[in-house]
C-alpha cells in the first residue's frame, strides 16, 4: 500500500478534510520517525522518516496514526481558539487511542515521547 493510501485509509474516520493534508517521505537530520505540521494556510502535513521507505507497513501505520493524532488535536485546538501546542496531552491521548483502537493497533503507541 502507498504511504498516500495508508494515509487516507487512516484518516478517514477523523475530523480532517483528508484532502488537505499532505503526506511525504522526508530525511530528518535526527532520529525522528515522524512529524506533523499544520501550516498557516489551513492545509497540513505528515512526513515519515525515509529510512521506512519500502519497509513494512505495520510501524509506518503506527507512526501515521501518531502524527494524525497530532493533526486532530492541533486543528480542535484552533477552533476552540487554543494554541495548538504540539505536546501529548489528554486530548491528544485519546485520539489516538481510539485511532489505534480502530486500526487494531496497541495503545501503547499513544504514549508520551516527552
Known sequence: MT????FMTL???TSLDCEKVNVEY???SDARLG???L???GNSA???SKTLEGGRNAPIKKIMIHELSHLVTYRNA???GD???GKHNTEYKKVCRTLAKINGLSTKLCKSHE
Open 3 to 6: 504511504l498516500t493510501a495508508l
Open 11 to 13: 484518516c478517514a474516520v
Open 26 to 28: 522526508v530525511e530528518f
Open 35 to 37: 512529524a506533523a505540521t
Open 39 to 41: 501550516y498557516t494556510s
Open 46 to 48: 505528515i512526513f515519515i
Open 78 to 80: 484552533l477552533a476552540r
Open 83 to 85: 494554541n495548538p501546542i
